[in-house]
């Protein structure tokens, strides 16, 4: 098939166009001559009228003046009828000068005459010449006045005629150009919508194709096709989109595929917009929050985070998002039912073409395990595997922030250093194992002397301490008498191979003493050795 480019078309098409169009102008060319040359009548006429309306005026005017003169036979009615007379002659002379004036030559002999006449009549008079003869003067006078103005009122006539002649063939040209241009408008507009409609047609329809393949592509679907026959530029475009859909497919993963590999990750999978509105979310995300995905879409990230999350309470998270994302943040994921979830948390950005950032992709692993392993190892760090209590290690790291808090709301702290009496020789006589049921004894009396808030600590192997918290100065005795009571309903139970008593010292860290807990531990025990001292 012969290449029928799309420039062609529409080059042919325009060329029909103002072939037309040239066409129009080649018929009205006679008809734009015949105005021309009915303009070119028109303007003789034209002259003819003027000098013909001044010629009448100049007669008129010569009349009147010699009707005066012979009424009244003054000296300046003599003057002002000659002065009139010498107008008429510069108007005849004017008229006779003009070949263009040649239809108004008659007027002229006409006008001569009268001139004649009246200068015969103007002598007589002033040779006063017999009234006879004055008086055939006056009617040669007034006959040759009669037919000057026949005369023109004949041309008048006839430059009305020849006027109105050329007015009605110029009308019929007009209309007859008017037609014509009317019918060539017409039979080029017919064309142009012809030509339009089937360029329409050709690329158009072609061009409808392309976009819905393209939507196909926009949908995940490589498979569709583009289907246009035409050997034209559009035509080679569709076999290069077609070439480019094959390749295409070779080498792009498919929609589905990608839904289900996203769907399937076990780690939680949230993309947001440059504000932070969620635009995604995967089935691991609503499976560990109780959300449905409506819930989510359109909503603010932070929705899904605690309220006692601080890094989306300012603009640490954008800053870190400027710096090019977050990686590994220890944070809290919210559910629906409030409860809180440790999570490991990611963030990268997607720039578009121009550098600027597309959408955020955000990942979440739920370190609940994690933590709560990390939770035990600490508490095996921090107490003490016997009796269950507070080890110094976890001692100093808390009583420390016991004391700083303390100090800030200018309160004071009570310390309290026990020591059990006669350890060795429990061990001794009733072996280590009761040794042991002694000390798990103390601790259980010791919780259950002091508050929950109070620190309480087995720093070594018969040694404890205790910091008591929000407990005034006239409070020390009141809490060594009930250790001391509690310990004794201890001793009165049955089971037990030998009563239990502990040597007590007490140090106040008042709240305006700066010191560390390990000064205060030795307060204690120089006042505990001072107790045990008095007992020995």
């Known amino acids: 098939m012969i290449r029928f ?25 006679p008809y734009l001559n015949k105005i021309n040359a009915l303009s070119s009548q028109i303007l003789p006429l034209e002259r003819e009228v003027n000098f013909s309306h001044k010629y009448s005026e100049a007669v008129r005017f010569l009349e009147s003046k010699i009707e005066l003169y012979l009424v009244i036979g003054s000296q300046e009615a003599k003057e002002n009828a000659l002065s009139s007379l010498g107008q008429l002659e510069q108007i005849t002379k004017e008229i006779a000068q003009d070949q263009s004036l040649m239809r108004l030559q008659g007027l002229v002999i006409l006008a001569r005459k009268l001139s004649s006449t009246t200068s015969i009549l103007f002598d007589a008079i002033a040779k006063k010449e017999p009234a006879q003869k004055i008086n055939s003067c006056i009617l040669d006078t007034v006959v040759n006045t009669q037919a000057f103005e026949v005369n023109q009122k004949y041309l008048q006539s006839q430059n009305l005629e020849n006027t109105l002649r050329i007015a009605v063939e110029e009308k019929m040209i007009v209309s007859t150009l008017l037609n014509t241009f009317v019918y060539l408008g017409l039979a080029i507009i017919l064309i ?111 929705k899904l985070f605690s309220p006692t999350q601080t890094l989306f309470n300012n603009q640490d998270f954008r800053e870190h998002i400027k710096k090019g994302g977050l990686i590994d943040y220890e944070m809290h994921y919210r559910t629906k039912d409030d409860i809180d979830i440790p999570v490991l948390f990611s963030a990268s950005i997607m720039k578009d073409k121009d550098k600027n950032v597309s959408f955020i992709i955000c990942t979440a692993q739920d370190i609940t395990i994690l933590k709560k392993a990390e939770q035990e190892l600490r508490a095996l760090s921090l107490k003490d595997a016997l009796t269950g209590l507070y080890n110094r290690r976890g001692l100093l790291a808390l009583g420390e922030q016991q004391i700083r808090f303390a100090r800030r709301n200018k309160e004071d702290v009570m310390l309290l250093f026990l020591d059990m009496d006669n350890m060795k020789w429990i061990n001794d006589t009733f072996g280590h194992a009761e040794g042991d049921k002694a000390l798990i004894d103390v601790a259980k009396v010791m919780k259950k002397t002091f508050r929950d808030p109070d620190i309480i600590a087995r720093i070594g192997g018969d040694e404890f301490v205790v910091i008591a918290v929000q407990a005034a100065k006239h409070e020390e005795n009141t809490l060594i ?23 007590i010292g007490v140090a106040i860290c008042e709240a305006l003493y700066i010191g560390s807990v390990d000064e205060f531990i030795k307060q204690a025990d120089e006042m505990m050795y001072q107790d045990k001292k008095k007992k020995s």
């Open 5 to 29: 480019p799309i420039g062609q078309k529409i080059f042919y098409g325009f060329s029909i166009i103002i072939l037309l169009s040239l066409a129009a102008l080649y018929v009205s060319f």
């Open 481 to 503: 008498n009930r250790l001391k009571s509690n310990l004794d309903a201890r001793n009165k139970e049955e089971g037990h191979c030998c009563p239990l008593s502990l040597s």
């Open 192 to 302: 142009g919508f012809i030509i339009g409609f089937l360029l329409t047609s050709v690329i158009v329809r072609n061009l409808l194709k392309l976009q819905r393949v393209t939507k196909d592509i926009a949908a995940g679907n490589f498979d569709s096709r583009v289907d246009v026959q035409s050997k034209d530029e559009i035509g080679e475009l569709a076999d290069s989109f077609n070439l480019m859909l094959m390749e295409l497919k070779k080498s792009t993963v498919s929609n589905d595929y990608l839904e289900s590999l996203i769907n399937s990750m076990a780690d939680m999978l949230v993309v947001v917009d440059v504000h932070l509105t969620i635009l995604r979310v995967n089935r691991a995300v609503c499976g560990l929050l109780g959300y449905e995905e409506d819930e989510l879409l359109g909503s603010p990230l932070t």
